[in-house]
């Protein structure tokens, strides 16, 4: 009963049931490629609502489209592939890849999206964390940085022309110095700075609709007629059918200069009209 009442409460008046977030994914630590044998932990972290807890929320784990049988808030991973998870009633949330190397040294790059202006670090790591000696980074192709022995690579502030392939090189003592060794390339893409988007998104959403209604944008006058023919842009919330002519008709008739509304609705509901 305390179950049936906690779902009912849930439920908007409209019927529809609630969404909820989508849970984050994170990972720990936070490197996208291990060597083989390693394990990292991964975390599921979604909107628990209160009314909910008198049934403790399970966690569904995804790696691939493989259903996973742990239903806790982390789990344990070595295994390569794409993971998902998804709290009761949530969308699925977003992926992580997860590789793992048989390399002697790999580059380890995070797992979570980088935006300019924000610091990019990556380190070089030797099998089982050996010291790599004369340890070099390269973006696409090119050196960008020289170390006598293992340390992560920086850049303070990313930016856009900081995207692309890293790799780093090195040798190592098994016991003895070995030949230069190199990663793998990884691929790293840096991403336009949260207010950039965000601004960019408001100025798409007000050329698409303007925030108010009636902006007029063009106004000629009829030739040999008193009256002045406007084009006006704008939403409407709720097209009211014009006293001379059915909306109908006018749907089909473009612009005209002759009397009555023809409105002719866009995608979004809103359009161009003329009176």
């Known amino acids: 009963m305390w179950e049936l009442t906690a779902l009912l409460l849930l439920v908007p008046s409209s019927g529809q049931a609630a969404t909820l ?3 984050i994914l994170s990972l720990h630590p ?112 090119q050196p960008v940085r020289y170390f006598h022995s293992s340390a ?18 090195g040798t190592m003592r098994i016991p003895v110095e070995s030949a230069p060794m190199f990663s793998a390339k990884v691929a790293v893409t840096v991403q336009e700075a949260r207010h950039a988007a965000a601004v960019r998104l408001l100025q798409v959403q007000s050329r698409r609709a303007p925030l108010r209604l009636g902006r007029r944008v063009h106004r000629p006058r009829a030739r040999g007629r008193g009256a002045g023919i ?10 009211q059918r014009p006293e001379t002519q059915p909306l109908a008709a006018a749907s089909g008739a473009g612009f005209s200069p002759g009397r009555g509304v023809h409105h002719r609705p866009g995608p979004t509901g809103c359009g161009f009209g003329a009176r």
């Open 230 to 239: 406007a084009l006006v842009r704008g939403c409407y919330l709720q097209p």
């Open 152 to 169: 992560n690579y920086t850049v303070p502030q990313a930016r856009a022309s900081d995207s692309g392939r890293y790799q780093c090189s």
């Open 21 to 23: 977030e989508k849970p």
């Open 30 to 141: 936070p490197w996208t490629t291990i060597f083989k044998g390693e394990r990292v932990t991964l975390r599921c972290d979604g909107y628990h609502p209160l009314l909910l807890e008198l049934r403790p929320i399970s966690t569904l784990w995804y790696l691939g489209h493989l259903l996973l049988p742990s239903h806790k808030k982390s789990i344990e991973v070595q295994t390569p592939g794409v993971y998902r998870c998804q709290t009761r009633g949530a969308p699925v949330s977003d992926p992580i890849h997860l590789s793992v190397s048989n390399d002697w040294l790999i580059l380890q790059v995070p797992y979570a999206a980088v935006f300019e202006g924000e610091p990019l670090v990556m380190r070089c790591r030797g099998w089982y964390d050996k010291v790599v000696y004369k340890l070099h980074y390269y973006h696409d192709g």
